[in-house]
């Protein structure tokens, strides 16, 4: 059972590169998220779904797209790196039912140098 | 201001102690709570759920919510060296406000230590 599936789970880039952040899950799950996690600042949301074809903004949007054109994948591309997006990147997904939880990914830890 | 604020710690007990954990917050529409535990450079999972205000127990964990105070805290009795972690307290504003979307506490490493 795999759950959120997060790849890679390390990535060096440099200034200026774009790249994008992969999430699957097998739950069939509606709502997805993306969260990025640094020293002493909890996790932020960056962008979540509730649904194939319907994203929104969360906290933290600048300088990351997502879309969802699956219930099963929400891409988080990052246009143009920068060294302030040097981070640890979680996806999340969970159910439309107010009593179940969010389902973590593993995370993706991001340099940009 | 955060909307959450939560004391990052590190917090050390010796084993078998009784640990409190605490988040206070400022928003008023938030109506979910919850208590995730994260291992080293792992993903958060959840740990203890509650809706609106009281309490909950769950083993060795109690969760309460105090809504008039906007403070939730999370109790772990007994505590072990297994529950050295990072504990985030999390709040929803439940479905209107978005069930998923999450705000966190920075979060509090815990060390227990035999």
């Known amino acids: 059972n795999a759950g959120v599936t997060q790849t890679p789970k390390f990535q060096v880039l440099k200034t200026g590169q774009s790249m994008t952040l992969q999430c699957a899950q097998d739950m069939n799950h509606e709502y997805m998220s993306w969260y990025r996690q640094d020293p002493g600042m909890g996790l932020r949301l960056i962008h979540y779904s509730v649904g194939a074809g319907i994203t929104d903004q969360g906290e933290v949007p600048n300088g990351y797209n997502v879309s969802r054109s699956t219930t099963e994948d929400f891409p988080l591309r990052l246009l143009s790196a920068a060294p302030s997006q040097t981070s640890v990147y979680f996806c999340a997904s969970s159910g439309t039912d107010m009593n179940t939880e969010a389902f973590f990914g593993q995370g993706t830890r991001l340099t940009v140098v | 201001q955060k909307e959450v604020e939560q004391d990052p710690g590190p917090l050390s007990v010796p084993e078998g102690a009784i640990v409190s954990l605490n988040c206070t917050y400022s928003n008023s529409a938030f109506q979910y709570f919850m208590w995730y535990r994260q291992y080293s450079r792992k993903g958060p999972e959840l740990l203890m759920y509650t809706y609106s205000s009281g309490n909950k127990e769950d083993g060795r964990f109690t969760a309460q919510v105090d809504k008039s105070s906007k403070y939730i805290s999370l109790f772990i009795r007994d505590s072990q060296p297994s529950d050295s972690a990072t504990y985030l307290c999390?709040?929803?504003?439940?479905?209107?406000?978005?069930?998923?979307?999450?705000?966190f506490g920075a979060g509090t490493r815990l060390a227990v230590h035999p």
């Open positions: 999390a709040m929803s504003g439940g479905f209107s406000g978005g069930y998923n979307k999450l705000i």
